[in-house]
């Protein structure tokens, strides 16, 4: 029976005598156990598709997620905060609905999750083949290339496959920070009565017939969510009723109390945020796993119920950073697979980013005790997930940065840093021009999306993404005249021979030319996949999750939020201008060699050629501070972005947007590429990022590295930039060395760049792990905007990071 609405005056029942204990064993099982793919998702899918023919997709999707939640297995693991992805622990669901040819291809082969290998047992191999043979031709990439083919006579399946571009339909999408405070504030309950209201005060006219199916859906799914606590309630309850030791028995009761009240009703103190929060989380998973469902400014909206425990003496600091520890295992827990190439493009990053610091509605600084704390559980930890992000401004404290860097020192890379000042002006830029515009108030409200992307906490999402495409991939074509090199197909526009290009620009031109090309099928072929996304997977509790669904009546994937964002993942832009830079400089300037000789080096993978490859390398690179080279890099980005942006409105009717960043993407498409200009090799990792400097080709120390950066890409203008540096470990030593990693992020905010990241770590340590990797099973690197284990990391990425230059101070 659901208690009165007031907190309880006594401390919590949680059993902190073995929380340490606890903590370990939890986190020393997900770094030795493999994952586990859980087959019941899969039984679900089959079911409920199977006894609703002819319903709405919406209706579908809802009473596939009720069924999931009702029917999975749940259980208990010394963790107070309950709820998992699946039903088993380290589990992994299967999302077909976007993608099933990796079934076909990839059954028999090695398979690596976010935590390195993952298990398929032959039982589930079995219901997977069927559910291959269910969904072929159904999924979301099928309908993408179908509806490609029909209306532009062009089989679009030849620029993945020649890495042009990766597929962004083929996988699940959750990147955006959904509206957690309004759970811990209302409960669901408010939330399912309203949606009630909405729904029989409604007309029932043709023209909204889709609204009342997402109504109905909406009250399905959030229905589900409440019972599937309460089913953990049950559990708890029937366990203590077994439980002889009368501390865990108490704590069992309480895990019982705590999930009889939220996420129905709103939450009265730290210990049901915590568990409201959560639940809200693994729900959105569960309904689909993907990278980036992001918690946001999670130190800011759980503040309030941190504060309020503290003060009353319900809770210590120190119990704070217990629970907190606990929450951290959980987020580790989850994972993906969708195929190795998604997991070699994404590296099982999961994309649950914190954002700490920022401004608060007036202006002034955001920073919580809480988030302090939450550094310190990090520090300890040294999670790769969930990852953190600092919003920068000057108006945080010393002290707040102190904690900053001794989490950055320990190594991992958190928290990144991103230029709040910057985020700002982009979101403003970014939606005044549309109708409802945006408050100055919504704006500082900013968060960082999963990787390096940022939105509106609460109100907006990154869904609509367009392909993932390749910039140096178009150095290849210009050199083939659109024809990709290793796969024979014509995937670019005829540019003309290279041979008969008499200045450097007509090779630019060329370039340009097939930046056009590419973005125009690009654009055509996401929208395309958003319009099957739409159709085959609406995301429907995401959307209840989210301000402006309920409101407008219709789910996240038809333009529901109220801040949506549709952008363009460019990956290799330093690799692409490097090239443009190393032709230029040798075949023109200079005239050491002709393109003849470059390009017949090019296609001997410089065997032979070795003399060629050693000047392509030395020719002048991003990263020096060097004029003119930060003159080109600069004019390149923009040129990129102006092309994009004339290629016509996005998928919602805007004004198409850039993401430059990598994630992993850079050694997905460098294994697809052949050599390039730059000197690097066939099949090599491309450059990290997207203002990172390739490696070994920075050599003006870190200052000039650090301008280069800052000023290679109109930051607001573009949605991030991505910005690696790697530290000695004795650089940032002592109150130097704090002063001055604290004085190279101001500097490169003042420059006005967007994200930076610090790796702190050798090489020599990085080597010794790759050949001993049982002995650095923990150890954590900054691979893009994430962290991830280094042993779990495919061999190019791990290569590409330890080749990255070394800085002492």
């Given at each position: 029976?659901?208690k009165?609405?007031?907190a309880?005056?006594?401390?919590?029942?949680?059993n902190w005598d073995?929380?340490?204990e606890?903590?370990q064993?939890c986190?020393?099982?997900?770094?030795?156990a493999?994952?586990?793919?859980?087959?019941?998702?899969?039984?679900?899918l089959?079911?409920?598709?199977?006894e609703?023919?002819g319903?709405?997709t919406l209706?579908i999707r809802a009473?596939l997620?009720?069924?999931?939640l009702?029917k999975?297995?749940?259980?208990?693991?010394?963790n107070?905060?309950?709820?998992t992805l699946?039903?088993?622990?380290a589990?992994?669901?299967?999302?077909?609905?976007?993608?099933v040819?990796?079934?076909?291809?990839?059954?028999?082969?090695?398979k690596?999750s976010?935590?390195g290998?993952?298990?398929?047992a032959?039982?589930?191999q079995d219901?997977?083949?069927?559910?291959?043979t269910?969904?072929r031709g159904?999924?979301?990439?099928?309908?993408?290339?179908?509806?490609?083919?029909?209306?532009?006579?062009?089989?679009?399946?030849?620029y993945g496959?020649?890495?042009?571009?990766?597929?962004h339909?083929?996988?699940?999408s959750?990147?955006?920070m959904?509206d957690?405070p309004k759970v811990?504030?209302?409960?669901?309950r408010a939330l399912?009565?309203?949606v009630?209201d909405?729904?029989?005060?409604m007309?029932?006219t043709?023209?909204?017939k889709?609204?009342?199916?997402?109504?109905?859906?909406?009250?399905?799914?959030?229905?589900?969510?409440?019972?599937?606590?309460?089913?953990?309630?049950?559990?708890?309850?029937?366990t203590?009723?077994?439980?002889?030791?009368s501390k865990?028995?108490?704590?069992?009761?309480?895990?019982?109390?705590v999930?009889?009240r939220?996420?129905?009703?709103p939450?009265?103190?730290?210990?049901?945020?915590i568990?409201?929060?959560?639940m809200?989380?693994?729900?959105?998973?569960?309904e689909?796993?993907?990278?980036?469902?992001?918690?946001?400014?999670?130190?800011?909206?759980?503040?309030?119920?941190?504060?309020k425990d503290?003060?009353?003496?319900r809770i210590t600091?120190?119990?704070?950073m217990q629970?907190?520890k606990?929450q951290?295992?959980?987020?580790?827990?989850l994972?993906?697979y969708?195929?190795?190439?998604y997991?070699?493009?994404?590296?099982?990053h999961?994309?649950?980013?914190?954002?700490?610091g920022?401004l608060?509605a007036?202006?002034e600084?955001?920073c919580?005790?809480?988030?302090?704390?939450?550094?310190e559980?990090?520090t300890?930890?040294?999670?790769?997930?969930?990852t953190l992000?600092?919003?920068?401004?000057?108006?945080?404290?010393?002290?707040?940065?102190?904690?900053?860097?001794?989490?950055?020192?320990?190594?991992g890379g958190?928290?990144?840093?991103?230029?709040?000042?910057?985020v700002?002006?982009r979101m403003?830029?970014?939606?005044?021009p549309?109708?409802?515009?945006i408050t100055?108030?919504?704006?500082?409200?900013?968060g960082?999306?999963g990787?390096?992307?940022t939105g509106i906490a609460g109100?907006?999402?990154y869904?609509?993404?367009?392909?993932?495409?390749?910039?140096?991939?178009?150095?290849?074509?210009?050199?083939?005249?659109?024809q990709?090199?290793?796969t024979?197909?014509?995937i670019?526009a005829?540019?003309?021979?290279?041979?008969?290009w008499?200045?450097?620009?007509d090779?630019y031109?060329?370039?340009k030319?097939?930046l056009?090309h590419?973005?125009?099928?690009?654009?055509r072929?996401?929208?395309?996949?958003?319009?099957?996304?739409?159709?085959v997977v609406?995301?429907?509790?995401?959307?209840a999750m989210?301000?402006?669904?309920i409101?407008?009546?219709?789910?996240?994937?038809a333009?529901?939020?109220?801040?949506?964002q549709?952008?363009?993942i460019t990956?290799?832009g330093v690799d692409?201008?490097?090239s443009?830079?190393?032709?230029?400089?040798?075949?023109?300037?200079?005239?050491?060699i002709?393109?003849?000789?470059?390009?017949e080096?090019l296609?001997?993978?410089?065997?032979?050629?070795?003399?060629?490859q050693?000047m392509?390398?030395?020719a002048p690179?991003h990263g020096n501070?060097?004029?003119e080279t930060?003159?080109?890099?600069?004019?390149?980005?923009?040129?990129?972005?102006?092309?994009?942006?004339a290629?016509?409105v996005?998928?919602?009717?805007?004004?198409?947007?850039?993401d430059?960043y990598?994630?992993s993407?850079h050694?997905?498409?460098?294994a697809l590429?052949?050599?390039?200009?730059?000197g690097?090799?066939?099949g090599?990792?491309?450059?990290?990022?997207?203002?990172?400097?390739?490696?070994?080709?920075?050599?003006?120390?870190?200052?000039a590295?650090?301008?280069?950066?800052?000023e290679?890409i109109?930051?607001?203008?573009y949605?991030?930039?991505?910005?690696?540096v790697?530290?000695?470990?004795?650089?940032?030593?002592?109150p130097?060395?704090?002063?001055?990693?604290?004085?190279?992020i101001?500097?490169?905010?003042?420059?006005?760049g967007s994200h930076?990241?610090?790796?702190?770590?050798?090489s020599?340590t990085?080597?010794?792990?790759q050949?001993?990797?049982?002995?650095?099973?923990?150890?954590?690197?900054?691979?893009?905007g994430?962290?991830a284990y280094?042993?779990?990391?495919?061999k190019?990425v791990?290569?590409?990071?330890?080749?990255?230059?070394?800085?002492?101070?």
């Amino acid at each position: 029976m659901l208690k009165e609405d007031t907190a309880a005056t006594t401390s919590y029942a949680v059993n902190w005598d073995t929380a340490d204990e606890r903590v370990q064993e939890c986190k020393e099982f997900l770094l030795n156990a493999p994952q586990v793919m859980d087959p019941e998702r899969l039984q679900f899918l089959h079911e409920v598709y199977a006894e609703n023919p002819g319903e709405s997709t919406l209706l579908i999707r809802a009473r596939l997620l009720e069924r999931v939640l009702a029917k999975k297995t749940i259980f208990l693991d010394g963790n107070p905060l309950v709820g998992t992805l699946t039903g088993v622990r380290a589990g992994v669901y299967a999302y077909p609905e976007w993608n099933v040819s990796w079934i076909k291809d990839e059954m028999r082969l090695a398979k690596m999750s976010s935590l390195g290998e993952m298990k398929i047992a032959d039982e589930t191999q079995d219901l997977l083949k069927q559910t291959y043979t269910e969904w072929r031709g159904r999924t979301c990439i099928d309908m993408n290339n179908r509806m490609y083919k029909d209306i532009y006579g062009d089989n679009p399946t030849k620029y993945g496959k020649s890495g042009l571009w990766y597929d962004h339909v083929s996988i699940t999408s959750g990147s955006g920070m959904v509206d957690y405070p309004k759970v811990l504030k209302q409960g669901i309950r408010a939330l399912v009565d309203d949606v009630r209201d909405r729904l029989r005060t409604m007309p029932t006219t043709v023209g909204n017939k889709e609204k009342v199916d997402f109504y109905r859906s909406v009250i399905i799914s959030l229905e589900a969510v409440v019972k599937y606590a309460n089913r953990y309630a049950d559990l708890c309850e029937a366990t203590a009723a077994e439980e002889s030791d009368s501390k865990v028995k108490a704590e069992l009761l309480e895990i019982a109390e705590v999930c009889r009240r939220v996420p129905e009703y709103p939450a009265r103190n730290f210990r049901e945020a915590i568990q409201s929060f959560w639940m809200v989380h693994i729900c959105l998973e569960i309904e689909q796993m993907a990278c980036a469902n992001t918690p946001g400014r999670y130190g800011q909206y759980m503040y309030p119920y941190y504060r309020k425990d503290i003060d009353e003496g319900r809770i210590t600091k120190e119990q704070v950073m217990q629970l907190l520890k606990f929450q951290w295992i959980r987020h580790l827990e989850l994972a993906e697979y969708q195929g190795n190439a998604y997991a070699m493009a994404l590296s099982g990053h999961t994309g649950q980013t914190i954002t700490l610091g920022g401004l608060t509605a007036d202006g002034e600084d955001a920073c919580t005790e809480l988030e302090e704390v939450i550094l310190e559980v990090q520090t300890q930890m040294r999670n790769p997930q969930p990852t953190l992000t600092l919003l920068y401004h000057p108006k945080i404290k010393d002290s707040y940065m102190k904690k900053v860097v001794e989490c950055i020192k320990v190594g991992g890379g958190q928290p990144q840093i991103l230029n709040n000042n910057i985020v700002i002006q982009r979101m403003l830029a970014r939606f005044a021009p549309y109708e409802g515009g945006i408050t100055l108030q919504d704006a500082r409200n900013c968060g960082n999306i999963g990787c390096v992307t940022t939105g509106i906490a609460g109100k907006g999402s990154y869904l609509y993404q367009e392909n993932h495409p390749s910039l140096p991939k178009l150095i290849e074509l210009i050199l083939n005249n659109g024809q990709d090199p290793i796969t024979k197909y014509q995937i670019g526009a005829e540019t003309g021979c290279p041979s008969k290009w008499e200045t450097f620009e007509d090779v630019y031109d060329a370039y340009k030319e097939q930046l056009k090309h590419l973005f125009k099928i690009s654009m055509r072929h996401s929208d395309l996949g958003n319009m099957a996304r739409l159709q085959v997977v609406p995301s429907i509790f995401r959307s209840a999750m989210y301000d402006g669904c309920i409101e407008k009546g219709i789910c996240e994937e038809a333009g529901g939020v109220t801040y949506p964002q549709s952008l363009c993942i460019t990956t290799g832009g330093v690799d692409a201008a490097n090239s443009l830079l190393v032709i230029k400089h040798l075949v023109f300037d200079t005239k050491k060699i002709s393109m003849h000789q470059l390009i017949e080096a090019l296609e001997t993978n410089f065997v032979g050629h070795e003399d060629i490859q050693k000047m392509c390398f030395e020719a002048p690179k991003h990263g020096n501070d060097e004029p003119e080279t930060q003159k080109f890099v600069q004019q390149f980005y923009r040129d990129v972005d102006n092309i994009h942006r004339a290629s016509g409105v996005d998928f919602l009717g805007r004004e198409p947007l850039i993401d430059a960043y990598s994630l992993s993407y850079h050694n997905y498409f460098g294994a697809l590429m052949g050599a390039l200009p730059t000197g690097r090799k066939a099949g090599k990792a491309l450059t990290d990022g997207s203002v990172s400097a390739m490696p070994g080709t920075d050599k003006e120390g870190i200052t000039a590295l650090i301008k280069s950066g800052a000023e290679a890409i109109d930051t607001a203008s573009y949605s991030s930039n991505h910005f690696n540096v790697k530290f000695l470990p004795s650089a940032l030593e002592g109150p130097n060395g704090y002063r001055t990693l604290v004085s190279l992020i101001k500097t490169y905010c003042d420059y006005g760049g967007s994200h930076v990241q610090f790796n702190c770590v050798s090489s020599e340590t990085l080597q010794e792990a790759q050949d001993a990797p049982q002995e650095y099973r923990d150890l954590t690197v900054r691979v893009a905007g994430f962290t991830a284990y280094f042993t779990r990391l495919d061999k190019g990425v791990q290569e590409e990071i330890i080749k990255r230059t070394e800085y002492v101070n």
